[in-house]
């Protein structure tokens, strides 16, 4: 089994800056991909930003320019730096974690962690 551990969320002022990070443990031969998302009161959870297995970085619309997904292979851990940060930020945010387990036959496995709460609020 795989298990994701995600901390340093808490409360900012609006314009502040955070850093969550997440790790993944367990039987995991490779990942392909480290993930966030979040989700709002009353909203459906929404993609946040991506780092595939070569580095490749991808973010929402509503993140680029102020949010940084960043991995570190060796740890299976991946960091979200988020820079002026708006109320509208404010969400659980959960890390996701994709890839293949060990074994004689490697499956694909798709982790999610418990998740952070980060509240934007003056």
């Known amino acids: 089994q795989v298990q994701v551990v995600e901390s340093g969320g808490g409360l900012v002022q609006p314009g502040g800056s955070l850093s969550l990070s997440c790790e993944a443990s367990?039987?995991?031969?490779?990942?392909?991909?480290m993930g966030w998302y979040r989700q709002a009161p009353g909203k459906e959870r929404e993609w946040v930003a991506r780092v595939n297995s070569g580095g490749g970085t991808d973010y929402a619309d509503s993140v680029k320019g102020r949010f940084t997904i960043s991995r570190l292979n060796a740890m299976n851990l991946v960091y979200l730096q988020m820079n002026n940060l708006k109320p509208q930020d404010t969400a659980v945010y959960y890390c996701?974690?994709?890839?293949?387990?060990?074994?004689?036959?490697?499956?694909?496995?798709?982790?999610w962690g418990q998740g952070t709460q980060v509240t934007v609020s003056s």
């Open positions: 367990g039987t995991i031969y490779t990942i392909n991909a």
């Open positions: 996701n974690v994709v890839g293949y387990n060990t074994g004689s036959y490697p499956r694909p496995f798709d982790s």
